[in-house]
């Protein structure tokens, strides 16, 4: 198995090529952006009879040889006696600091030289600090014979403090060699010039330049390189025409191109440019089929014209002559840095003199009806919408000419919903079309606070991507595709948009140089441009295009292989800037054309062998497309040219749950394929990445597996063991790639692990899309923890550098996240602004941490087993970094604090310090101390529960509080240093255990005899209101699915309310895994169910959280029953703790006019996780369980008793029995039974080895207990 590991950044790249890749990788018809033009800075042919300004080096002859390439003279080498021995001049007269030059030459032996050398060029300088000089070669070694011309050379930047460079040519040997054609090029310096659109056909392609007409277009041959010849015309127009939109009004174009008529047509014509839609001409100039003929002119669009409308189309007057065509050139004024100046104002609708441009936003289905009405937000009138039919049936207005790709604007308004109609988020987004047809569609912002009672002022902040054509509009949230989702009327009034003042990028170290792995960061072309690109060129290395390389980004709705132009701006852009592309990806579930599955009538692909044998042309056709396009554009993959130099072969391919054997997910290319579709992605893409397209004898690609989750142990386990299989295969897999999108809820230490996992195996790692989310709302305290969270990551990522191959961030950032509503994911700010989650990232100095918790009452004995008490499980630990994990209880005179420290090294000095309202309470390793305590030892370190004072303590007081852990001369605490946290008491936590059903639960609203098992709770607590509707809820489990009942007594329902809270309705709260995050990860969700069984949904992905749910309702006549099917994802399973909470709203005449809940008190579950219930996954009682007193007694002391317990199993079949049961009293001996504390008084009872599993009908014997009271 070879590794390819690329972790340095890519040679230095040329500025930007004018090349775009086929679509039939032939030379036909394509589209590509506009090209860059270059500067000469030395060209030699040698025909002058002179070669300055070359000079020997060394002891060499140079003179004027017959023998030229394409013409009769060349610079002879000879008299050699080494091989630096060559042609040589200054190359700080040529080259200028910090710039991209192409130098490139055509080398040969004399006639009749026997055997080959080795040619290239080579750049020797001299440093200012005089260090040793530097020898540099330009481009690869060209194997050079007598036979033909080679073309050695590449791509060279200068670096600055240099206080001499020479260029020159040597090769291996002595050998004698021919020089000619020398050119040497830069970027276009010439000031007031901007390139509008270029197209030479050297790629084989037309670029963004198309048909007009009917011709027949073909890339031909020409005595200068290719050119395009114009065939098979019947009319003037027949030829080709620029794209649209690319024209700007109130300035002066100059065109220019070379034609030359076909020798066996007429011997003249006149031919000009036209300009569309005036049909104006440009440049008309009489040109024959003798030579070529240089057409140019010059055309101003009007001022007050619409850009949009303008296109120009090459004309000849002979209607039916062939003819050639090269070197197309538009250029235009330089206006200087581009986009309009801050402050100004390109949209401003109030909508007081008609819709200003705005009207309908057809989501699909049908448009709606966009009018003026009268309620408005100032003024008298403002746009309303309606008759809506989806989701994405909104208002909007076309901006192409006012947007310019690229420009940052901000953007104001006031948005509200009809009167008494149901709400939602709404969106701002806009729809883009490039040249060449690519639709992409952003969502720019999301308002989830606008009302049906009022008008909620909203603002957002966007850069306008690349574009042909655009469209801003307003919708309501997308919730799925097929899904209809809000429909309600809605307002919009008093919109602004104007250009801000340019964020200032920070003058800080990069990420990049903190690092000896590649950093990079995913986009699209919005930050290629501007403030964007400054910060993203000092930060990162590497580049990974979001969405736009994947499958089916690469084809327009006619199903014709193209590369989106966004694609290319970003290739464009890495090659520009001397970054590394990290393509994603190849093959994925997801965002890839049905009709890659479906057969010639639509229909889908069955697993046929023919049909199997259809879709694995088809996946290697497009994976040969997308490295072809690739290719034709940038060069061979491993070439100076070429940046891409990583690839996602195949992405999220494992399963999230552990259903299938083989751990994969069932996707469309599983249905067909089986898991083959893997290695067939591989193979196909490793053949041509690495070899057909690829500079030869490299693999410059290296080729990814991708997934998420894999920090999640089952999902790991199963990663781990696809790879493994691939790898036993021999599957050219050299990468195994971690999206770690992760929350502060996760154990950092988890992303080590992870890396560990896999370490052993022969491939490289990457970390591909990172991002942290800290919850909603977003508080100050959380972005510090997440910049500690990031130090404590890129610390793990940094001691894995051997085999981390590069770290790729999800975003630049937080608004241009797709987690941007789950808290503020990313370093950065919408500002441009690095957060504290930078400076960890670097590893610099992070303000103090922000510590508060919350502290529930409740009180664990000081018993020997107190460091054991379910108690302490029942909530995630606090984290005192990697060191100790802690959790409190408060009651009326004490903390109980319980601390687990991890230090395989026991000492004398180990112990923990507890800071409580400025008291310090030390306990060592052993449980001595000032306080209560007792202490255990555990495998790798050791557990201590203390009680600590506590003065007059009161539900919702707050006291300081801090816990430092010292090792040996180490002390750790959960707070900075010289710091303290707060805690706050709060209530009892609310608990319940979730009984195991042996089977699951039909979801239709009545209550099967399955739930006579289930534990049961009410909404007792009175959150808002007087008395109302009261929930008795039941819960069961199975597998990875939680199931609630619900039976609401409600003796008038009322879901006439606007808002979906104020109608009747259980609201299930649920954070899998129990991470009490606070604010909401990605994986909690709130459900609201109404008593008609709509479901709606609080924060989050509404899709995602809909995916996860089944209800049922059925009205009774004392209310309504709700019933629900809810996905744990893979948290569950026997044991495992859940955050839950229930809640009732009641409803009358259209209000709310109560809430009441199981745990959380204060009507703030939807906002925080912090103090919702806890729900544990148990097996549940299975038999049958009696007491038999032995004995009792009264003393002085309290007295106390013995009892014998007996389960007995009622079934036919043998079960490990197990129970919940009450066993009052202080227990001091037990004997042939297992018992568990809840810390309420009950305890969870089972079997020991012996009679742990009871027959049918049998019973215990010989079990039982004495204790005090």
């Not at 019933?1123 to 703790?1137: D, M, V, W």
């Amino acid at each position: 198995m070879r590794l390819r590991y690329h972790p340095l950044r890519p040679p230095v790249r040329l500025a930007a090529l004018a090349a775009f890749c086929a679509a039939a990788l032939v030379a036909t018809i394509a589209t590509a952006p506009s090209a860059t033009a270059d500067t000469t800075v030395l060209a030699n042919d040698f025909e002058s009879g002179s070669y300055a300004p070359w000079g020997p080096r060394g002891d060499v002859t140079l003179a004027i040889a017959d023998e030229g390439r394409d013409s009769a003279s060349s610079l002879s080498v000879t008299g050699r006696t080494a091989d630096w021995q060559g042609p040589a001049t200054s190359a700080t007269d040529l080259f200028s600091p910090g710039v991209a030059y192409s130098v490139t030459a055509w080398a040969k032996l004399p006639a009749g030289t026997d055997g080959s050398a080795g040619v290239h060029f080579t750049v020797a300088a001299t440093p200012a600090d005089g260090g040793d000089d530097t020898y540099t070669w330009i481009g690869d070694e060209a194997e050079t014979t007598a036979d033909s011309w080679v073309r050695i050379g590449g791509a060279y930047t200068m670096p600055a403090g240099l206080t001499s460079a020479t260029l020159y040519v040597e090769a291996a040997g002595t050998t004698p060699f021919l020089l000619d054609d020398v050119l040497v090029t830069g970027p276009d310096e010439t000031p007031g010039v901007v390139t509008v659109s270029a197209v030479d056909f050297e790629d084989g392609t037309t670029g963004t330049w198309s048909a007009s007409g009917g011709p027949t277009l073909t890339v031909v041959d020409a005595e200068d390189g290719r050119a395009l010849r114009v065939s098979d015309r019947v009319e003037g127009f027949d030829g080709l025409q620029s794209p649209a939109a690319i024209f700007t009004a109130g300035v002066a174009h100059t065109f220019s191109a070379r034609v030359r008529l076909a020798p066996d047509g007429p011997a003249s014509s006149g031919f000009r440019f036209v300009m569309k839609p005036d049909y104006d001409w440009i440049g008309d100039t009489t040109v024959t089929a003798d030579d070529w003929t240089t057409v140019t002119g010059e055309f101003t669009v009007p001022a007050d014209a619409d850009p949009a409308t303008y296109q120009v189309y090459l004309e000849a007057a002979e209607a039916t002559a062939t003819y050639l065509v090269d070197d197309i050139l538009i250029t235009a004024p330089d206006t200087g840095p581009g986009g309009p100046p801050p402050g100004t104002v390109v949209i401003d609708s109030d909508f007081e003199d008609g819709l200003d441009g705005w009207g309908p936003r057809d989501g699909g289905p049908g448009a709606p009806t966009v009018e003026l009405t009268d309620v408005a937000h100032g003024g008298e009138s403002a746009a309303l919408v309606t008759d809506r039919v989806n989701q994405g049936a909104g208002i909007g207005r076309d901006v192409t000419t006012a947007f310019e790709p690229g420009v940052g604007y901000e953007l104001s308004g006031w948005l509200r919903f009809a009167q008494g109609q149901p709400t939602d988020a709404i969106w701002l987004s806009i729809a883009t079309t490039t040249a060449d047809g690519s639709e992409s569609f952003s969502t720019l912002a999301q308002f989830d606070t606008v009302t049906d009672d009022g008008w909620t002022e909203v603002t957002a902040s966007f850069t306008a991507p690349t574009f042909a054509s655009a469209f801003l509009y307003f919708e309501t949230s997308w919730q799925g595709a097929d899904v209809t989702g809000n429909t309600s009327d809605f307002l919009l009034d008093d919109v602004v948009v104007r250009v801000p003042e340019p964020p200032v990028v920070e003058d800080l170290t990069g990420i990049h140089e903190t690092t000896d792995f590649p950093v990079g960061v995913a986009i699209d072309s919005r930050e290629t441009t501007g403030s964007a690109a400054e910060l993203l060129t000092r930060h990162f290395t590497n580049i990974t295009p979001e969405n736009h390389m994947k499958p089916e980004a690469w084809y327009d709705p006619d199903r014709n292989f193209r590369p989106h132009e966004q694609a290319i701006a970003m290739m464009d852009f890495a090659q520009a800037n001397e970054l590394g592309v990290y393509g994603h990806v190849l093959v994925w579930h997801s965002q890839t054309p049905e009709w890659m599955f479906q057969d010639a009538d639509g229909e889908p692909l069955s697993s046929s062998a023919a049909d199997q044998q259809v879709l694995r042309d088809r996946l290697r056709g497009h994976i040969f497309a997308v490295a072809g396009s690739l290719s034709d554009r940038y060069g061979r993959f491993g070439s100076d040219t070429n940046p891409l130099n990583a690839f996602d072969v195949v992405n999220e391919v494992v399963s999230d749950s552990g259903e299938y054997a083989d751990g994969l997910r069932r996707s469309e290319w599983y249905r067909i394929l089986g898991e083959e579709f893997i290695d067939l992605s591989f193979q196909y893409a490793d053949e041509a990445f690495n070899d057909v397209y690829a500079v030869a004898d490299t693999d410059p690609v290296t080729l990814y597996i991708n997934d998420y989750n894999t920090e999640q142990s089952g999902k790991q386990t199963r990663y781990h063991a696809l790879v493994q299989r691939l790898l036993d295969r021999g599957v050219p897999l050299d990468g195994v790639g971690h999206q770690f999108h992760v929350s502060l809820s996760t154990p950092v230490g988890s992303l080590e692990t992870t890396l560990e996992r896999f370490a052993g195996l022969p491939v490289v790692q990457a970390v591909t899309e990172l991002d942290v989310t800290i919850g909603t709302p977003v508080t100050q305290a959380n972005l510090i923890e997440q910049g500690y969270f990031l130090r404590d990551a890129f610390r793990i990522f940094r001691a894995y550098t051997e085999k981390l191959a590069v770290v790729t961030v999800w975003g630049l950032t937080d608004g241009r996240s797709w987690r941007a509503d789950n808290g503020a994911p990313l370093l950065f700010d919408d500002g441009f602004q690095a957060k504290p989650a930078y400076y960890g990232a670097v590893d610099a100095q992070l303000p103090a941490r922000l510590r508060t918790a919350n502290v529930f009452a409740g009180e664990v004995a000081l018993s020997a087993g107190a460091t054991s008490d379910l108690t302490w499980r029942t909530l995630p630990l606090h984290q005192v970094e990697e060191t100790a994990g802690f959790q409190l209880r408060w009651s009326a005179d004490r903390l109980t604090a319980y601390v687990s420290v991890t230090d395989a090294d026991p000492s004398s000095d180990d112990r923990v310090k507890f800071v409580l309202d400025g008291e310090t309470y030390p306990v060592a390793r052993d449980g001595s101390g000032d306080v209560p305590a007792v202490a255990t030892e555990r495998d790798g370190g050791y557990a201590v529960v203390a009680q600590l004072p506590l003065t007059d303590p009161a539900e919702g007081g707050t006291v300081s509080f801090d816990l430092r852990v010292t090792d040996d001369d180490t002390t750790t605490g959960w707070a900075t240093a010289d710091t303290v946290g707060t805690l706050t008491l709060v209530e009892e936590l609310s608990y319940l255990e979730v009984v195991r059903t042996p089977s699951a639960p039909v979801i239709d609203g009545t209550v099967d005899a399955g739930w006579s098992h289930a534990t049961e709770v009410t909404t007792a607590k009175q959150v808002s209101g007087t008395d109302g509707a009261v929930a008795t809820v039941r819960t069961l489990w199975q597998d990875q699915t939680l199931y609630v009942l619900a039976e609401v007594a409600d003796p008038v329902v009322d879901v006439t309310g606007s808002d979906p809270w104020t109608q009747d309705s259980v609201e299930i709260y649920v954070d899998a895994g129990n991470a009490k995050n606070g604010p909401y990860r990605y994986d909690d969700t709130q459900i609201r169910i109404n008593a008609d069984n709509v479901v709606s949904f609080g924060t989050g992905d509404e899709a995602f959280q809909a995916g996860r749910l089944t209800s049922a309702v059925e009205r009774t006549d004392t209310g309504y029953t709700v019933e629900a099917a809810i996905s744990l994802l893979e948290y569950g399973g026997p044991g495992t703790f859940h955050g839950l909470d229930f809640q009732v709203n009641d409803a009358a005449d259209g209000a709310r006019t109560a809430i009441r809940n199981w745990a959380e008190p204060d009507g703030v579950g939807y906002q925080t996780t912090a103090r919702w219930g806890v729900g544990r996954l148990v097996d549940g009682t299975n038999v049958d369980v009696t007491f038999e007193p032995i004995t009792q007694w009264d003393s002085d002391s309290g007295g106390g008793y013995c009892t014998e317990i007996v389960a007995s199993n009622a079934t036919d079949q043998p079960v490990d029995w197990r129970a919940a049961v009450e066993l009052p009293g202080d227990i001091y001996t037990a004997w042939n039974f297992e018992r568990e504390s809840f810390g309420d008084g009950t305890w969870r009872i089972t079997g020991v080895d012996w009679n742990r599993t009871l027959k049918a009908g049998a019973r215990t014997f010989s079990v039982g207990y004495c204790a005090t009271w």
